[in-house]
């Protein structure tokens, strides 16, 4: 049974996960509006692979958009949705966000006349059914669910209060997340006092898997750990105000702040050794040597 088409629909702004999202749409036949304005020639490879129209600007795509999906890093999703105040349409914030940021975006959004549902993303940009999830909730949220309904998004609704699916996607990268960088951290203090090999040793006995765990969360946090510094943050907000601890993951905040940014695929032991020589403010280890 073919969906009715909600068209057109706003995306801001379509970094590697947003476009893929938005390209779940266009391969439905949907017309997908993007703002190149301020977006890098990267951003616009990547919005141009997956289909989307250009319009210029965050208040054109407002004016044209029935649904505005925000997919951003956590630190920008006020910024963005300050862009189109004064939006009446259906406006879905994807972001990893607190519950308690959530709720500030409903606001600006349902201030204005429109309409707002909370959405969480989980698992990798979506390119095949099965492996990334759409958290979503608040009253209109079967309406979000329909429009992904049968792409390689999956959407699930989530019971509870209008931030639940942010709520869900806090407490799932709190762990997924959090503990790759204890991890991380945990070598690092492991090479700080010259037992690396002593530990390395003993997580081939007992814990085999780690090595490689860390040399994966190493090779993360050198591409992806910038963007995960304000989800980080975030999740430390919504363990506080559930009166929880946030001090585990304000710790993680930073372990993925130090960390550098390296461009392309860096090898896992170039990975590694950079992010545990940042961690300690130390120069990396030369692997030739």
């Not at 958009?65 to 259906?90: E, F, K, N, Q, R």
């Not at 996607?169 to 010259?194: F, H």
């Not at 969360?217 to 750990?225: C, E, L, M, R």
């Amino acid at each position: 049974m073919s969906m009715p088409i909600l068209s057109p629909i706003g995306l801001l702004h379509p970094g590697e996960m947003g476009a893929a999202v938005g390209r779940c749409l266009t391969e439905r036949g949907h017309t997908v509006l993007w703002a190149s304005e301020g977006r890098s020639e990267e951003t616009a490879a990547r919005a141009k692979a997956a289909g989307l129209t250009d319009v210029g600007t965050a208040r054109k795509v407002a004016a044209g958009a029935s649904v505005i999906l925000s997919i951003c890093p956590p630190h920008a999703a006020l910024d963005v949705a300050w862009a189109v105040h004064g939006y009446t349409g259906l406006y879905v914030d994807g972001n990893a966000i607190s519950p308690g940021t959530a709720r500030e975006v409903a606001a600006l959004i349902t201030g204005n006349g429109g309409r707002y549902v909370d959405g969480g993303i989980i698992g990798m940009p979506p390119a095949r059914p099965g492996g990334t999830r759409l958290y979503l909730s608040g009253q209109d949220a079967a309406q979000v669910q329909q429009l992904f309904a049968g792409t390689a998004l999956e959407p699930r609704i989530v019971a509870g209060p209008l931030t639940a699916a942010s709520a869900v996607k806090m407490a799932y990268a709190a762990w997924t997340k959090g503990t790759a960088a204890l991890l991380l951290t945990a070598r690092a203090l492991a090479q700080a006092e010259g037992v690396e090999d002593a530990l390395l040793a003993e997580w081939a006995q007992s814990q085999p898997h780690l090595a490689a765990q860390s040399a994966r969360s190493a090779g993360s946090a050198v591409t992806k750990g910038w963007r995960w510094v304000g989800e980080m943050e975030e999740i430390a907000q919504s363990m506080s105000a559930a009166g929880l601890p946030d001090g585990f993951h304000l710790a993680a905040a930073e372990v993925f702040r130090r960390s550098p940014r390296l461009g392309g695929l860096p090898d896992s032991q170039t990975a590694t050794d950079t992010v545990l020589a940042a961690l300690a403010g130390t120069e990396p280890t030369d692997p030739r040597a």
